[in-house]
């Protein structure tokens, strides 16, 4: 009930009656302090989930004033002056307005006359509502198989490329794990049959469109549809997205009909919303530069991290726990050329995009912020990207906004494997994981994740003591109880281990296929039952054989 009652209450702030002859615009307006609110930080469950309120527990994170909602007696006195108050945001301390302009000099005089208002700032004019899609269902009959290409459908070469595949089949899809999706629409999203088992899995667990201030996002654009299924979707044989299993709020922030700093703040409500019920992830594909209204226009110099309201909101949602994975934007073919806000703050993952070939597309934006961090943080296949369209076709499409969904997703599945974790441990993971670790640069930042050598780099695995002329190894020799095999391979192939003991005699013998560049751990899972003595592990490929001796001294 405590979400119903938050839902209830931004309803309200948009229940506003509107003067449709005239022309108006939206301010925001900013309070100097919270002082005598009637909100402590001792009793954080007035105004927060009590999810929200484990995360910080959880992970350490105090409770502080900007958790606290704007001073209801501050509003209060605005709400005399001006009674269309839109929304509020406890993060930035302020309102947000829809003020009549035949009015506004009345009305903003009155405004900045009270004691506790900073500033008022004009964000947005008037503008023209979307028209929502028809909504069309197109059914397919999925083919239930084991985790392969035919499983996957047509997500597998992107999914596999991170090693998505192997996260997925140790059995980390995003299960408990709750991630929001800002963007800009998701039409059709209640009738594509690839998200049918999250509705009926109860894994939708609330929408709300800050845009038009109801809970209906299932029109207006088609972005945020392709985006889900990229991150979500959920139907073998067909399509299966980076974290199936994940719990989903979906919000619209974006009117894709205009261009405005109105968004900003529209993407920081929601933010704060999805701090309130606990979301553990936010994935939004929207980047910001320029503007309708030129004079509101970002500069380089802005990409701080900052400087702009939504890179500032979006590291204040990360210092609130959330894990937030934005799109480097795509400028880089463009006069712009750099990332966009939010990606220039210092405290997101930001996700640039490489082709199938695992190579640096034109379009994507690159780094460094103009403060000189790497960025994009890292990379994924954002050029012939699969996801399902508004009408249940297959299609493939070019964007950051595509590769940042993925990344989310499978950090999302690698955030369950480690739950112990905070989002900076695994934001840590995934780039010391990538291609280029060891030398990032403005393109691909640290590179392509391997997602499955994130996942062994978490337990601290000694997965990460190979060297230039080490293979394979065995960890702990001697060992008392039951040991592991490393291997690193250099090519795409099919090896098979066998465990020998001393006498020669065949124990145990498996093969498995293994990706280039890739370290994995193997177990021989009946070693541990073995008497005491040397053994020899042969690891067969086409290539080559190695023989690695290891020694049990513990029955």
Not at 292 to 297: A, G, K, L, P, V
Request: glycine residues 8%; hydrophobic residues 40%; negative net charge.
């Amino acid at each position: 009930m405590k979400y119903l009652l938050i839902i209830t209450t931004i309803v309200l702030f948009f229940s506003t009656s509107l003067e449709a002859q005239n022309t108006y615009t939206k301010y925001w307006l900013s309070f100097s302090d919270k002082h005598n609110t009637p909100y402590s930080v001792k009793n954080p469950s007035d105004y927060l989930s009590d999810k929200a309120i484990a995360r910080r527990h959880k992970h350490r994170i105090a409770i502080t004033t900007h958790d606290l909602p704007v001073n209801p007696q501050y509003l209060g006195a605005v709400k005399q002056i001006e009674k269309n108050v839109l929304r509020t945001s406890k993060w930035f301390n302020g309102v947000l307005l829809q003020i009549d302009d035949a009015k506004s000099n009345e009305v903003l005089l009155a405004l900045q006359s009270l004691p506790f208002v900073k500033r008022v700032v004009p964000v947005a004019k008037l503008g023209t509502a979307n028209q929502q899609n028809e909504h069309q269902s197109l059914k397919k009959q999925p083919g239930e198989t084991l985790n392969d290409a035919i499983y996957y459908g047509t997500a597998f070469h992107q999914v596999q490329m991170l090693n998505g595949d192997y996260l997925h089949a140790a059995g980390y899809t995003g299960e408990g794990l709750t991630c929001a999706i800002i963007d800009a629409g998701f039409t059709n999203v209640d009738e594509l049959s690839v998200f049918e088992r999250l509705f009926d899995n109860g894994q939708i667990l609330g929408t709300f469109d800050f845009v038009e201030g109801d809970a209906d996002v299932f029109g207006h654009n088609a972005h945020g549809t392709h985006v889900f299924t990229i991150m979500g979707a959920n139907e073998p044989g067909v399509y299966v997205g980076a974290a199936p299993d994940a719990n989903y709020w979906l919000f619209r922030t974006e009117d894709a009909a205009s261009e405005t700093l109105l968004e900003e703040y529209n993407w920081l409500a929601a933010a704060e919303f999805a701090d309130s019920v606990g979301v553990d992830l936010i994935n939004s594909s929207l980047g910001y530069s320029t503007f309708d209204n030129t004079s509101n226009n970002h500069s380089y110099a802005d990409m701080d991290g900052n400087t702009t309201v939504i890179s500032k909101a979006a590291d204040m949602a990360a210092s609130k726990g959330i894990l937030v994975v934005v799109s480097a934007g795509n400028q880089g073919n463009k006069p712009w050329h750099y990332v966009t806000a939010p990606a220039d703050a210092d405290s997101v993952l930001s996700v640039g995009a490489v082709d199938s070939l695992k190579q640096y597309v034109s379009f994507s934006s690159v780094g460094p912020s103009a403060d000189g961090q790497i960025k994009p943080n890292i990379v994924g296949q954002g050029h012939n990207t699969a996801y399902v369209g508004t009408d249940g076709n297959l299609k493939h499409g070019n964007g950051t906004s595509f590769s940042a969904p993925l990344i989310a997703g499978l950090a999302t599945c690698l955030w369950q494997a480690y739950p112990e974790k905070n989002n900076m441990d695994i934001i840590g993971l995934i780039e010391s994981s990538a291609s280029q670790a060891q030398n990032p640069d403005n393109h691909l930042g640290y590179g392509i994740p391997n997602f499955y050598t994130a996942m062994l780099q978490g337990n601290n695995d000694p997965i990460l003591n190979f060297d230039e002329e080490m293979v394979a190894f065995v960890y702990p020799n001697p060992f008392a109880n039951d040991a592991s095999i490393y291997y690193y391979a250099n090519l795409n192939e099919i090896i098979t281990l066998q465990l020998y003991d001393y006498t020669g005699r065949l124990l145990a013998s498996y093969a498995t296929e293994v990706r280039v560049d890739t370290p994995y751990k193997f177990d021989f899972p009946n070693w541990v039952k073995y008497p005491k003595g040397a053994y020899l592990i042969k690891i067969i490929s086409d290539q080559q054989q190695k023989n690695l001796k290891s020694i049990k001294v513990g029955n």
